[in-house]
């Protein structure tokens, strides 16, 4: 997988991300809430001013937005750099990047924009919920998932 794919992949996800989030501003107002499979499955539109899961959400620390932007934006830079470092012929590896790469960078725009990730998907059952997430998140997600598994299977000479 080339520089440009890597690019070309981040960038999707990045634009999907947008895409999805601009939907949600346009048609579920905040707090808002639409069962889409009842009992498994609902939009909902929450913000979300801490890490991963709501990590540091309800700390009142003040600068907690500005940390978590810089780790953001250290984590693509980083990706990019281990991009250049990781060989060609690696492409799910460098896709795993790109796929981290675009959602840190969807996640960072939020925090940017509004001060807070916008989250959307709600799954559950009965009274369990997992924690709202976007489509930055699932990409983010997936992409160490994929990276780990490269890892594991093909260790870095």
């Known amino acids: 997988?080339?520089?440009r794919a890597v690019g070309l992949l981040a960038a999707s996800v990045l634009l999907l991300d947008r895409l999805t989030?601009?939907?949600l501003l346009e048609y579920l107002p905040r707090g808002g809430y639409v069962e889409v499979i009842p009992g498994f499955f609902?939009?909902?539109h929450v913000r979300n001013t801490g890490a991963?899961?709501?990590l540091l959400a309800h700390d009142g620390w003040?600068?907690?937005s500005v940390l978590l932007s810089v780790v953001a934006a250290a984590a693509v830079l980083g990706m990019g750099w281990l991009v250049s470092k990781v060989p060609v012929e690696r492409r799910a590896y460098r896709a795993s990047?790109?796929?981290i790469m675009g959602g840190a960078l969807g996640?960072?725009?939020d925090?940017?924009?509004?001060?807070a990730v916008l989250d959307f998907a709600d799954f559950y059952l009965g009274a369990w919920h997992w924690p709202a997430f976007n489509v930055a998140d699932s990409a983010i997600s997936v992409g160490v998932v994929v990276l780990l598994w490269c890892t594991w299977r093909e260790p870095a000479a």
């Open 21 to 23: 989030k601009m939907l």
């Open 97 to 99: 990047l790109a796929a």
């Open 52 to 54: 991963a899961f709501g």
């Open 111 to 115: 925090r940017i924009v509004h001060g």
């Open 1 to 3: 997988m080339t520089v």
């Open 62 to 64: 003040t600068w907690r």
């Open 42 to 44: 609902s939009l909902v």
């Open 107 to 109: 996640n960072l725009w």
